[in-house]
C-alpha cells in the first residue's frame, strides 16, 4: 500500500485508504478482492510504532541489495549534500527558551541514545567541545556541532508541537521549522545512504552517518563529491584518512561581496607567499596554532598606491590580509576537486543528485515531513 502511494503521489495515508479502496488496479496488486475491506489508515501509524525504525531500514537494505546484486548501482564513490525538510508545525507554536550549546546537543544526543550511561560519558565530553574550533582531533559525534552561536535563534526558542525541529532562514523565504535530509547517490542516481537531523546541525554533521551506511552494503567509497559547505578541515580530515579522495572545494573565509575572493591570490609554496592580482608579494605574518591557521599580510605601501585598493580593502584597512590553513588535507581536497575526474563528479552532483532531492520533495511528499518529530521524519525517509 505504501509503495502504491510513492509510486502515485498519493501524500495522505487516509487518501492511500480511500484511493484503494476505489481503484480496482489498486485492490489486484495488494490482493484484496472487490468485497474485501481495506485496513484502516490507523494501520500505518500503529505499524510505525510497532516495527520501530530498524524494520523500515533494514527494508530499505534489503531493496538496495537487490539492485545491488543486478548490477544496477556503482559503489566506487559517493555523491552527497542535504537538503531541507519543512517541519509539521508553526512559528505561532514557539516559546523561549534558555539553552546553551551544550544543553541543546546533549538533548539531541539522549533523545537519541536508550543507554543511559552511554548518555552519560557523551555529555562530559560534549561540554567540553561544543562551540570550540577544530583542534586537529576528528570526532565524529561533535562534527557540524562545532562553533554554534551563542545566541542563535534555535537556542533561544522551541516549538511545543515539534521541539526537535528547529528554525531555518532562507533569503526570500524567511524562517520556518525544519529538519535535514541528508542523501547519498552513485553516479546513476541510486540513493545508497540517508541520514535525518535538525536542520541547524551543519552538513558536516551527517557525513559519518552516511559512510558507515554506505560501507556496510557496499564498502568504504573510494571517492566523494560535495560542495563547499563538507570542505571543513575535520570533514576533509575524516575522509581522507580513510583513503577516500575528496572532490570538495575547501571552505575559504576570506571572500567578501565586492572585493577580490581568496581564489584570486596565487600562493607560492617555493617561497610561501601569496601574490595579489597586481602582482605584490603577501608575506607570512603569524600563525594562529589554536585553529591551525596561517596568516599572509601586505605591505601597507604597496596597497595604498594600488590602483585597484577599493576592490581589495575597505577604506578604514591599510593592507589585505590572506589566510589558509597549515593542512595537506586542504591541498589534497583542491588538487582533486581541479583535476579532470573531479570536475566531472561536480557536474554529476549537480545533476544527479539534485534531481534525486529535487523529485523526492516534488512526488514523493519531502518537502515537508508527514509526522512529528526527529525519529518519526527517519521513518518518512526510509
Not at 540513493?191 to 535525518?196: C, S
Not at 551527517?206 to 571517492?223: A, D, M, Q, R, Y
Amino acid at each position: 500500500m505504501l509503495l502504491i502511494g510513492y509510486l502515485f503521489d498519493i501524500r495522505s495515508e487516509r487518501k492511500l485508504v480511500e484511493e484503494i479502496s476505489l481503484n480496482l488496479a489498486y485492490r489486484w496488486y495488494i490482493g484484496y478482492d472487490l468485497d474485501d475491506a481495506i485496513p484502516n489508515h490507523s494501520i500505518f501509524s500503529k505499524a510505525r510504532t510497532r516495527f520501530g525504525r530498524r524494520i523500515f531500514a533494514e527494508i530499505f537494505s534489503h531493496i538496495l541489495k537487490f539492485c545491488i546484486n543486478y548490477g544496477l548501482v556503482s559503489g566506487d564513490g559517493m555523491l552527497i549534500d542535504s537538503t531541507v525538510v519543512k517541519a509539521d508545525a508553526a512559528r505561532d507554536s514557539m516559546i523561549k527558551v534558555s539553552l546553551s550549546p551544550e544543553e541543546y546537543w546533549r538533548e539531541l544526543d539522549e533523545s537519541e541514545k536508550k543507554d543511559s550511561s552511554r548518555g552519560k560519558k557523551k555529555k562530559d565530553s560534549l561540554t567540553q567541545q561544543v562551540g570550540s574550533h577544530f583542534s586537529g582531533k576528528v570526532d565524529k559525534d561533535r562534527m557540524g556541532k562545532r562553533r554554534r552561536n551563542r545566541k542563535a535563534t534555535y537556542l533561544k526558542r522551541r516549538s511545543t508541537t515539534d521541539p526537535k525541529a528547529t528554525l531555518f532562514y532562507r533569503p526570500g523565504m524567511g524562517s520556518y521549522l525544519s529538519y535535514k535530509a541528508h542523501i547519498a547517490t552513485d553516479t546513476i542516481g541510486f540513493v545508497t545512504a540517508i541520514h535525518g537531523s535538525p536542520s541547524s546541525l551543519h552538513d558536516t554533521g551527517g557525513v559519518p552517518n552516511l559512510i558507515e551506511s554506505h560501507k556496510k552494503l557496499l564498502g568504504t567509497p573510494s571517492w566523494i563529491a560535495a560542495d563547499t559547505k563538507y570542505g571543513s578541515e575535520e570533514c576533509l580530515k575524516y575522509l581522507q584518512d580513510k583513503g577516500i579522495k575528496t572532490s570538495i572545494k575547501p571552505e575559504t573565509k576570506n571572500n567578501r561581496p565586492g572585493y577580490f575572493s581568496k581564489d584570486k591570490f596565487e600562493y607560492d609554496s617555493s617561497r610561501d607567499i601569496y601574490i595579489c592580482p597586481q602582482g605584490k608579494i603577501l608575506t607570512r605574518k603569524a600563525k594562529n596554532k589554536k585553529l591551525n591557521r596561517i596568516r599572509y599580510k601586505a605591505k601597507v605601501g604597496d596597497c595604498h598606491s594600488c590602483p585597484v585598493k577599493e576592490k581589495c580593502i575597505k577604506p578604514n584597512v591599510d593592507s589585505r590580509i590572506v589566510t589558509h590553513y597549515d593542512s595537506c588535507y586542504y591541498s589534497n581536497a583542491r588538487d582533486w576537486y581541479t583535476s579532470k575526474y573531479g570536475r566531472t563528479l561536480q557536474k554529476l552532483r549537480g545533476t544527479i543528485l539534485e534531481g534525486v532531492m529535487g523529485q523526492a520533495k516534488a512526488y514523493h511528499g519531502m518537502a515537508r515531513a508527514k509526522f512529528r518529530g526527529l525519529l518519526r521524519l527517519k521513518y518518512n525517509l526510509f
